[in-house]
């Protein structure tokens, strides 16, 4: 497995690959069983896997949670030798803002709304991000999870507004045997905070409505973002000291949420 630090590498790996098909998992790293579905769908789907480990800063709204955000790149790449992943591509700031990001993408509606409204600038950034990442890669699928909701649709949305030639592809959710989403700020909650998480999923599973769902939540010590039901799903963000979660559930069914 080689790991790509800049663009003009990765483009003759690109070109060597001819017409096989390729399949990318964008990451910012800090890498959990989560990813590795990701992982392991592309590997059943495509000739050739690559991951990138890119820490975006232009999707963070706040310069503490990048700092925290946990970077820890040989564990990550012991991890995807492990997983057969074919190759890396781990680009700099530089090589990715040559612009110092003058140009982005921007949705003017959804972005806006639920994580967007507590996040200014969030969604701006991350669809710049993947839009960069779709052209420099040219995969012929990415992969995504839907524990991220509203960036799944929302990515799925540009791809389609622009014409992009790659299928977006929606991944289930990976949870911890206590129901907590796999994320990689789950590292930065302390053991008390560690309890009480898997709440989240379970009152979202539970509350018949989201004025319920949010008055356990903050009963039960969790400060709310949002509760808001959207096209079909429950989704929430809420924050436990300075780590923020999100995770969200179907609504297909009444009374059957998932
Ligand atoms: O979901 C993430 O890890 C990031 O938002 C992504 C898609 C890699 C873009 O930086």
């Not at 649709?153 to 949870?175: E, H, K, N, S, T």
């Not at 590292?187 to 905070?193: C, K, R, T």
């Not at 010590?221 to 809420?238: P, T, W």
Request: charged share 25%; aromatic share 6%; hydrophobic share 40%.
């Amino acid at each position: 497995m080689k790991p790509y630090r800049s663009i003009a590498d990765w483009h003759a790996l690109r070109d060597a690959l001819g017409d096989r098909t390729l399949g990318l998992v964008p990451t910012m790293g800090a890498l959990h069983p989560g990813h590795l579905s990701l992982v392991q769908r592309s590997q059943r789907e495509n000739a050739v896997t690559v991951v990138s480990i890119f820490v975006n800063p232009t999707q963070f709204d706040q310069p503490d949670d990048l700092d925290r955000y946990p970077r820890q790149t040989e564990d990550d790449l012991a991890l995807l030798r492990d997983a057969a992943v074919d190759a890396v591509f781990l680009p700099t700031r530089e090589e990715i803002y040559p612009d110092a990001y003058l140009y982005r993408v921007c949705e003017s509606e959804l972005s806006r709304k639920l994580c967007g409204a507590h996040r200014p600038g969030h969604f701006d950034g991350m669809l710049t991000v993947v839009m960069k990442l779709l052209n420099i890669v040219q995969p012929t699928r990415a992969y995504f999870g839907e524990k991220d909701y509203q960036q799944l649709l929302l990515v799925r949305g540009m791809a389609q507004a622009f014409f992009m030639d790659v299928d977006i592809v929606a991944c289930p959710v990976v949870r911890e045997p206590d129901g907590l989403a796999m994320s990689s700020r789950n590292q930065n909650l302390d053991a008390a905070q560690r309890r009480l998480a898997p709440s989240l999923h379970q009152v979202l599973r539970e509350s018949k409505d989201t004025e319920s769902a949010q008055a356990r939540l903050q009963q039960l010590g969790f400060d709310v973002d949002y509760v808001e039901d959207f096209k079909g799903r429950r989704l929430a963000a809420v924050r436990l000291g300075g780590t923020r979660l999100i995770d969200n559930v179907g609504i297909e069914l009444p009374g059957h949420a998932s």
